[in-house]
């Protein structure tokens, strides 16, 4: 059976902190950290969403995050220009090193597949925007299941999707929480240390190989001819 590889998007594939410079016309020197706080709280509430039950799909957490941030830093942002930075949020950039990675990875063989928050329409765009759409073999997307990373039934919900074995699938994560998750669930994993002074949690599940950069995956056997 094939190398299945689960490709986590935000942060790993796509720069969330790229929607800083859609910022910096509203809150100017503070763009870095209002885009750093904006995708914490992000995450925040979808941990509590899935924990809850309380399910809202990615957007609403986005708002609802950009919406908290702003009174956090006391930005007057108008619900019109509100709406054009979560367009922004289908317009980010794919780090430099994706698509070289992606290209070598499909001539390999290796089956390319999206795991994300994030909901399937904006998933899509974001890798039209990056040109990587053609690379990616399918979405699967938490809104299937309505739950959220790391949530054991949405990395079940990959494999019956993708007709995948868990002892062949791979997830690509930058996020430390998405790689304990999988690795919790029998899979295989690659943490992508995009910040190298970013710290792993220290939890039972360790990554099974640790990267700097997608491009580094082309050296380990599974991942080769």
């Known amino acids: 059976m094939p190398t299945t590889l689960a490709l986590d998007i935000y942060g790993t594939l796509i720069d969330p902190l790229a929607v800083k410079t859609a910022l910096i016309d509203h809150v100017g020197d503070e763009a870095g950290a209002f885009a750093e706080t904006w ?3 992000q995450l925040e509430y979808s941990f509590r969403r899935g924990l809850m039950g ?3 799909n990615f957007s609403d957490v986005t708002r609802a995050a950009l919406d908290f941030t702003c009174e956090m830093f006391g930005a007057t942002i108008s619900a019109n220009d509100k709406n054009t930075l979560m367009g922004h949020y289908r317009e980010l950039d794919a780090f430099p ?9 499909q001539q390999n063989g290796v089956a390319l597949h999206a795991l994300s928050n994030g909901v399937a329409d904006d998933i899509s765009a ?15 997307s938490v809104d299937e299941v309505q739950t959220y990373k790391p949530d054991p039934r949405f990395y079940a919900h990959f494999l019956k999707r993708t007709e995948a074995k868990a002892a062949t699938t791979w997830l690509v994560s930058a996020n430390p929480f ?10 295989r994993t690659v943490w992508v240390k995009r910040n190298p002074n970013m710290v792993f949690d220290p939890w039972e599940q360790a990554p099974t190989v640790t990267v700097s950069a997608l491009t ?8 080769k001819k």
């Open 97 to 105: 090193d994706v698509s070289p990675a992606l290209t070598a990875l």
């Open 216 to 223: 580094d995956l082309l050296a380990l056997p599974d991942f």
């Open 126 to 140: 974001l890798l039209a925007h990056a040109g990587l759409n053609d690379r990616i073999a399918s979405i699967v």
């Open 39 to 41: 995708r914490s709280k």
């Open 54 to 56: 309380a399910w809202r």
């Open 178 to 187: 998405d790689v304990i998750g999988a690795a919790a669930c029998g899979w």
